[in-house]
């Protein structure tokens, strides 16, 4: 785990994660969400853009931006993680972006309920999936494609399901799918497929290599696997006191310090946070909910005593999921939801 | 070359490059501007920060963010690099941020030119350096300090030399330096610092850690070197062709293809940009100047033939200074401007 390959490196200068101490905003600033790009990102313009809807539809049709504009507009308060966050910590690796645990965010999403669109074009009822595509092309595991994904039409009419055009109350940014770009809460981001183009209904499973090869918790390489879907439980501190600039080992001042953090699950809502001193657990104070989809806030106050400390948290959603203290298993190293782990030095 | 440490990865994680395509815009969007943070990004508060000037001044006093704006207001197109640009291709490697080279970007900064607050609350004669202290704080090299640096008065009184509230037309983002930062056209990006809220006129050199302990050109460890002023003459060309999501090697397709790059000095405007294939150099098309400190855009067609291919590509300033083909030695990983190269695959 110790040792990072050029490759990984330069997919990690590439996409940009949230520094945590960005924790401490309800909505993740412009510019600090996280950023996960498999390709180069498109030169669009929205002036000429058309999201064309097409396949089992009983009216396809394209829409412009200006045309979607028009039309009713949702905001949803949307936390976003990464399927590959924590990748980075994890031993054997799978070569691919290494997350240490910066690649999560929260932002307002705006556009319109995809849902009204669907019902606009009709789908027809052979329908099985519905199929976004985005304008990015590339080549993963050997095969060259447009970045797309798919969803079943139960998942799809979801009234919080977007075709979003702006994002914290500014039209897209280049880099988050401008003009347009599809947004499900409470999945994995690789569900929101960026730059969206055109949505297909089609009479079978989709088997692209975003949806089927790739995106699958699989115990051994070559297996069929279970799809990434919603958000496992999870939760982050912002690491207390002062960085040091290389290494980042953190000095604390001795004495009362307050632990601030987010949590969050695409199962449900969270139900208990816990942060540990060296082992020894704690319930932390939760915030009232900030939305369906939205990270929750919580704190902690500890009398730090001085000497080397690790401290850790670990949330619980209303499911009953709690997060593991070890990485869980996984081929291509997604979905690893371990309790983070800060050492501190108190001083 | 070929390993990273965690640490450099988490650094890089943290501090986000601008992707190569991204060479494609004039102006930098928002949120693809490289960062680098050398410590956590401070929780600062627009409404009640305030700007102390003091020192060797004959009328120290304090600004607020409204005063400031209230003053007539200097925009500057500013292309800035980080000095460690490139550092990640160096072997062996200091420790930290291991940049390849995406650590370039170009904006819009809009303030108060420095030299007009100097004015008002003017300098006395003995003053030798002017100190900008920033509100991030952590350690470096051990030491636990602000990050801070010095110009000398005549670098200072450069009319271009801003007291920045805006980047492309926005308030500053938290990430790059809100609400007030110094901007120091064609210098590396160091000497810009963010979260200012101090300037003190000393009458001596600053010998602060990242005036002094950092920021030098050093042939060994622990000599003085020489300061990290001006960036040096460099280019960069946007990778065509689709990329590999790992590994980023790019199939291109056989035929005429149009190259684009950028080039930049803090010393000289740009004189002469050469494009290689496996080799052999030509000039390019350089576009008109887009002001004192900004990239100058730069062409070249390639008529592309099957197979593995070396691009590269170095400008020559009006100094006459030109890139290298191989990184200059440097024992912290400062100013490496060697020649670009990508390797393509035509198809």
Chains 1, 2 share one sequence.
């Not at 905001?75 to 997350?99: F, I, L």
């Not at 730059?195 to 009479?203: K, P, T, V």
């Not at 496992?232 to 690491?239: K, S």
Request: proline letters at 6%; one cysteine or more.
């Amino acid at each position: 785990m110790g040792r990072y390959m050029q490759d990984e490196l330069a997919l990690a200068t590439r996409n940009s994660g949230m520094p945590l101490e960005a924790l401490r905003y309800d909505l993740t600033p412009l510019g600090l969400h996280y950023l996960l790009i498999h390709f180069d990102i498109p030169a669009t313009d929205a002036a000429t853009w058309q999201l064309r809807i097409e396949g089992l539809v009983s009216k396809p049709r394209a829409f412009t931006l200006a045309e979607l504009q028009r039309m009713p507009a949702s905001t949803v308060r949307v936390t976003m993680e990464c399927a590959g966050n924590g990748r980075g910590q994890t031993s054997p690796r799978y070569p691919s972006m290494p997350w240490l645990e910066e690649g999560v965010s929260t932002a307002e999403w705006t556009g319109v309920s995809l849902s009204v669109l669907l019902k606009k074009i009709k789908i027809k009822e052979s329908t099985q999936e519905i199929v976004f595509h985005g304008a990015d092309r590339g080549i993963d595991r050997g095969i060259e494609h447009a970045f797309s994904r798919s969803l079943v039409p139960a998942e799809a009419m979801r009234d919080d399901v977007l075709v979003a055009y702006a994002m914290n109350g500014q039209p897209l940014l280049p880099q988050h799918g401008a003009p347009l770009r599809l947004v499900v809460p409470g999945w994995y981001g690789m569900a929101s497929v960026k730059w969206l183009e055109r949505i297909e209904a089609i009479d079978h499973a989709f088997e692209g290599v975003q949806q089927e090869g790739s995106y699958h918790f699989r115990a051994v390489a070559g297996e069929k696997g279970v799809p990434c879907t919603r958000m496992r439980v999870n939760c982050l501190m912002a690491p207390p006191g002062i960085p040091d600039y290389y290494g980042r080992r953190r000095p604390v001042d001795a004495g009362w310090v307050e632990i601030l953090g987010r949590a969050w699950s695409g199962d449900a809502p969270i139900r208990r946070v816990e942060f540990a001193v060296d082992g020894v657990w704690q319930d932390v104070v939760l915030d009232a909910s900030a939305g369906t989809h939205a990270w929750r806030r919580w704190t902690a106050r500890w009398n730090a005593p001085r000497g080397a400390h690790e401290l850790r948290c670990r949330a619980t959603d209303e499911t009953g999921a709690v997060q593991p203290l070890e990485p869980a298993w996984d081929v291509t190293g997604f979905g690893n939801n371990a309790a983070q782990r800060v050492e501190v030095l108190v001083r």
